[in-house]
């Protein structure tokens, strides 16, 4: 049973300039130690920070106005065959219990100007 969609674009651009005004503490706040590192081992973190941001913002819409969180209660992950996936935790990781969501479906796509990224949460009931 789909439990929850969403979707969002983020312009990379945009999220470059928050991170060079902001530093670490924009990114501290927003992303996880895992996804900053990720992001920085390339050329060009921003096209890979924006897509990351706009999969948390996409999942955040998918559960609705049920509960507030932080965005680093949401931790994209790459599998060794390239496919992203997401880990939840903290009230997230709680709230999917507690709604019995049991699988996260993700999309991700960017381009030089644009990440975007597009949530299907999967329930049991």
Request: charged fraction near 30%; glycine fraction near 6%; include cysteine.
């Amino acid at each position: 049973m789909i439990y929850g969609i969403g979707i969002d674009i983020v312009k990379t651009e945009r999220l470059q300039k928050a991170v060079e005004r902001w530093g670490d503490k924009f990114l501290e706040r927003v992303f996880t130690r895992n996804e900053i590192a990720y992001c920085y081992e390339k050329n060009n973190p921003f096209p890979s920070l924006s897509v990351r941001f706009a999969a948390k913002e996409a999942l955040i819409k998918a559960i609705g106005a049920e509960i507030t969180v932080s965005l680093t209660e949401i931790d994209m992950r790459t599998h060794e065959n390239g496919r992203p996936f997401i880990e939840v935790s903290g009230r997230l990781r709680q709230h999917f219990d507690e709604k019995k969501i049991k699988s996260i479906h993700l999309s991700l796509s960017h381009e030089r100007e644009y990440g975007v990224a597009s949530i299907v949460l999967e329930g049991t009931e």
